[in-house]
């Protein structure tokens, strides 16, 4: 048949040649939607019957069943040992699609498998999904409203959407099936997990990070992370729409990161740290040369002249390991205008301070913190961990040198991603670093349906780099920092 793949048959295998495949899968389709001669008929339903579960419904319970699970599994390794492997690259995915479905057809009338047309379509594209992507978790990938995927061994899978988890019907086979899908993603990174080295990061094509351990870390089977980000990246607009912030502090930001002032984006796991840099990324000039530098390259810049590193692990003799205070000091020979660290956590905070102060001024980077002031003192502990023979005044001192703005997010209780602080950091006053804050989110309450009510206000200081924003071009109204209504 022209453009299936190469399949090899068995000597007995007396099945009539077809000129289409579609023609095979059609009939195949018909003869599943019979009432089989084992089965009784449907009895018939009175007008006064409740009305039967949704079709779609019932069909997805019908493939969760471990029955079903087993034989997709069996039939995607039957699959995998018959098909040449090699011409799976070179036909298009909508005719693998169909080469996939007629073989799923096959297997189903072979097996006896009571699936009707609609649930024969679905199984069909989870063992597609088997074949060319994550398995059953392919769906989810593919589902804009998710947020994260938390995989809680084989058996379970929540979800996080608009803020909130939820347990899904999904899972998998058993272990070496979920295990299976691990190293597939980790595999496309260079990277690897076993019991040697069970914890690793990893991101997918679409740059959505991933984070797994497995035994003999965890107790009762692999533990998966799954952070998606968006195909479009977010903007300082889609923030304001979200109602993460306000317009008139994404304008103030947006001068700030123009003007080249170095920041610092803080907050706790999962409060939108990354989305938040990616969007601040947007007013750098396009005309700037970027070096970013991450454990797991997941920021989306959208400018032209970027340089992406990325940190290695250590191979299985424990040789090879390049950690990011190694990345940072080479970006510092490769001409950057600006650096940019998808998250300071260790000694390499000394190398990042060192270069904002040393031409790099517009340098951003972010930090695990409840409050912008302890991001100030966990800058401060890292930098201590780098071995230099500092007291702790230099240190302060040069971190007041460096760093001119933070930015602080937190995730509310209903599951919102929010703007909390706005700080500035002015200077020295003896031992201690200068902060004073610009805006803030102030809680109001809780509304009956579990919404966090607050309004963003201004603290009434006027910024003191505001006139070095000027010297770029760029006015603030002054009203921006009235402190009488709300923003």
């Known amino acids: 048949m022209a453009g299936r793949f190469s399949v090899k048959r068995s000597k007995d295998n007396t099945a009539a040649p077809v000129a289409e495949p579609d023609q095979r899968l059609l009939a195949a389709i018909a003869r599943l939607d019979e009432v089989s001669p084992a089965e009784p008929p449907e009895p018939a339903q009175s007008p006064d019957a409740p009305e039967p579960d949704e079709p779609a419904a019932s069909g997805e319970a019908k493939l969760r069943d471990p029955k079903f699970l087993d034989a997709k599994v069996r039939l995607h390794r039957k699959l995998i040992d018959e098909i040449n492997l090699s011409a799976i690259d070179k036909l298009p995915e909508e005719d693998l699609r169909k080469q996939v479905a007629e073989l799923a057809s096959e297997y189903v009338l072979a097996e006896r498998l009571p699936l009707n047309a609609q649930e024969l379509e679905e199984f069909s594209g989870e063992l597609f999904d088997e074949m060319t992507g994550l398995g059953p978790i392919e769906p989810l990938l593919k589902d804009p409203t998710i947020a994260d995927i938390l995989i809680n061994t084989h058996e379970q899978v929540y979800v996080e959407r608009f803020g909130q ?184 905070a000394f190398d990042m301070l060192q270069a904002m102060n040393t031409g790099h001024e517009g340098s951003m980077a972010t930090i695990h913190a409840n409050t912008p002031r302890d991001a100030i003192t966990r800058l401060e502990n890292m930098v201590g961990m780098a071995g230099t023979n500092m007291s702790e005044g230099s240190v302060r001192s040069q971190i007041a040198s460096a760093v001119r703005i933070v930015v602080q997010l937190s995730r509310l209780s209903d599951g919102r991603r929010c703007l909390t602080s706005v700080s500035e950091i002015t200077g020295m006053e003896g031992e201690v670093i200068q902060m004073q804050e610009i805006f803030k989110f102030v809680r109001l309450g809780t509304g009956s349906d579990g919404k966090i009510e607050g309004e963003f206000r201004a603290t009434g200081v006027r910024p003191k780099f505001l006139d070095e924003i000027k010297s770029h071009g760029i006015e603030i109204p002054s009203e921006y920092f009235d402190p009488k209504d709300a923003l």
């Open 165 to 348: 988890l939820e347990l899904t019907p999904v899972r998998f086979k058993d272990e070496p099936h979920l295990l299976r899908i691990l190293n597939k993603i980790v595999a496309n990174v260079g990277r690897r997990v076993d019991e040697s080295q069970p914890m690793v990061d990893a991101r997918l094509e679409d740059g959505s990070r991933v984070n797994a351990i497995i035994r003999p870390l965890t107790v009762d089977g692999p533990l998966i992370s799954i952070r998606k980000f968006s195909k479009k990246p977010f903007s300082m607009e889609k923030l304001v729409e979200m109602g993460s912030c306000r317009p008139q502090i994404c304008e103030l930001l947006s001068a700030a990161v123009e003007a080249r002032m170095s920041l610092i984006v803080s907050g706790g796991t999962g409060s939108g740290k990354t989305t938040m840099l990616n969007a601040l990324s947007t007013s750098i000039s396009h005309k700037e040369r970027l070096i970013t530098i991450e454990d797991a390259a997941e920021l989306q810049l959208q400018q032209p002249h970027i340089g992406r590193l990325e940190t290695r692990p250590p191979n299985i003799e424990g040789n090879g390991e390049v950690k990011q205070r190694d990345l940072v000091k080479n970006a510092l020979r490769m001409r950057p205008d600006r650096i940019i660290l998808g998250e300071v956590r260790g000694e390499e």
